[in-house]
């Protein structure tokens, strides 16, 4: 039995390279959401301005544009989600276990979600097939271009799933707390910008 | 069938295997065993995700995150300050009614537990107040978060159990109000049993001249949710078209009006709430297959006869779908437990006589109080960081607030009226 040497740059490099993907996704992702507010708002427009002219503007694109755009953000998105691991989970039972036991359990999940992001590919494939000669009823899009929304979303997950095991392993640290929470963090930083409440207003209780 | 789903679920769900992976993994070998064809899975959630009506989270997520960088959570902080600072525990109240004003604009109670708790529980810490006892109050008004309209497990528990999103949102108005007066009743009770946080003696005068500057500070930022309300009361646009004027009227006063939001940040803003929707979005399409089998499978129609055949008592189920709930919070992450009990529930309630969109109240409120108790409680675990406590220390505090919550869900559990006033 001979073991292949992955040299650790290769393992690196691969981290590093999807984390420049998923930086050009997000903002391709925070893109999608701007087209789909826009789209969304002309549609309300629509309905409030024209509809009081003698103008009868009808939009139903919009709808149709809105709701792709939104499978195809939640895929990518999701995707993107994995790299940080933070698809939600019930870490209680893992986290309370002694640690050995916990991060076997804990490689035992990164395995299944693997394993139902690869069979997520294997049935978006299933799925194009099914969209192969249908189109949208307004715009006419093919439906194999949303329909393949699911397939990358799914490659997108293994791949990532994968980059943040590695990363996790690379950087030496437990692989039970390798989930990121950013959304906490950015509220934090959010709120640490604006002043520190009340501190003259303590004060001047105080004084009064 | 149904046995295969629900083992595969609890296993997995243990295992810490996400719920989104969890749900759809489940589903999965449910319907290979069952030999019906995979590609199923995909056409229900697709069919759940092309969906007009979900569009209303992602957009209010942004709201939210829009809000938080605008500016206006500081006005808010001011505002209830200057409203309640002056009563002995005015501090531990302005955190309640800072919560009440941020959930009218954030449709998740983590987000606004975090964005509340880590400016005040500092500030309570220096009047006085125990840290874990600040820690708790933030805590249990960040539930008012999804019970105050715009709320994400609203619209989700509205698609899934097919009634209007404006309803359920007008549904939780009172409610939230309502727990709101009761904890901040709490707040100042314990402050003045434990005796800090003292009066600070103040004219009306002085009261009035600091209300109407902080008012007047604030007041583009309360407008919105009058004007959001007020248009889905009066039947004008839909949770949906609400949702994006509430984007359009956070990102115009933020960038032109308070000058706090720049065109710069918001592409970094915009990925970030995109990424966050789908994390939320990608449970809701999993969990439609999982509930495409329940339903196939007749389970709600079982769980409703069983359930019939105990009671016909409406005060009895109604009851014991309090403890149900309150224990399903407890353990379940909110929105997967919605997905799932919802269809099965609702239908029963409906057997009793109780409407959908008051039920719908009651298993919002029910599922909230499962953020603030542990074993798992997505609010105390962002206490727990932002004003680094340890689960354990937070307990004791908690007690008093969870008790009273428990009894304002019982309440709101047997006076329909606070939910449904608008009928």
Known sequence: MQKVQHSPSSTARFVQGMDRVNAGLTTVCGLALALMVLSVFIGVLARFVFSH?????????TEEVSRYLMIWTVFLGAGIACR??????????????????????????????????VLLCV?????????????????????????????????????????????????????????????????MQQMARTRPLADSQLNSNRTV | MTQILFAGFAVLLLLSVPIAVTLGLSSSIALYLAGKPLVLMAQSVYEALDSFGLMAIPFFVLAGTLMQSGGIAQRLVDLANALVGWIQGGLGACVVLTSMFFATMSGSSSATTAAIGSVLIP???KKGYPRPLAGAVAAASGELGVIIPPSIPMIIYALSANVSVADLFLAGVIPGVFIGISLIITVCVVARLKGFDAVSPMTLGQWLGGLLIAFKRASLAILMPVLILGGIYGGLFTATEASVIAV?????????????????DLLPLLGRSAVTSSIILMIVGFAAIFAYILTVNQVPHMVGAFVTSISK??????????????????????????????????PAALQYG????????????????????????????????????????????????????????LIISYVPALSIWFR
């Open chain 2, 123 to 125: 500030a309570m810490e």
């Open chain 1, 123 to 187: 049935i978006g494939l299933q799925w194009l097939e099914f969209g192969q000669s249908q189109t949208s009823p307004v715009l006419e899009v093919p439906m194999v271009v949303i329909n393949l929304a699911m397939v990358v979303g799914g490659v997108l997950m293994v791949l990532n799933t994968a980059a943040l095991v590695l990363a996790t392993r690379l950087a030496d640290r437990d692989i039970r707390s390798a989930a990121e929470d950013d959304e906490l963090e950015s509220a």
């Open chain 1, 53 to 61: 002219t003698s103008l009868r503007v009808s939009v139903p694109w």
């Open chain 1, 84 to 117: 940080q691991g933070k698809l939600i989970g019930v870490e209680f039972v893992v986290s309370t276990l002694p640690a050995p036991i916990g991060r076997a359990l804990k490689y035992l999940s990164f395995l299944l979600a693997g394993g139902f992001y």
């Open chain 2, 248 to 264: 359009v009227y956070g990102l115009f006063i933020g960038i032109y009006v308070y000058k706090e939001l720049h065109w710069r």
């Open chain 2, 313 to 346: 008592n409406p005060i009895v189920f109604l009851f014991a779908v309090n403890v149900l709930l309150l224990l399903t919070g407890m353990f379940m992450e909110t929105l997967a437990a919605i997905i799932i009990l919802a269809p099965i529930l609702a």
């Open chain 2, 354 to 409: 109780i409407d959908p969109v008051h039920f719908g109240t009651i298993m919002i409120v029910n599922l909230a109080i499962g953020m603030v108790t542990p074993p798992v409680g997505v609010n105390l675990f962002v206490v727990c960081q932002v004003a680094k406590l340890r689960l354990e220390q937070l307990i004791r505090p908690l007690l008093v607030f969870l008790c009273v919550l428990i009894i304002d869900v």
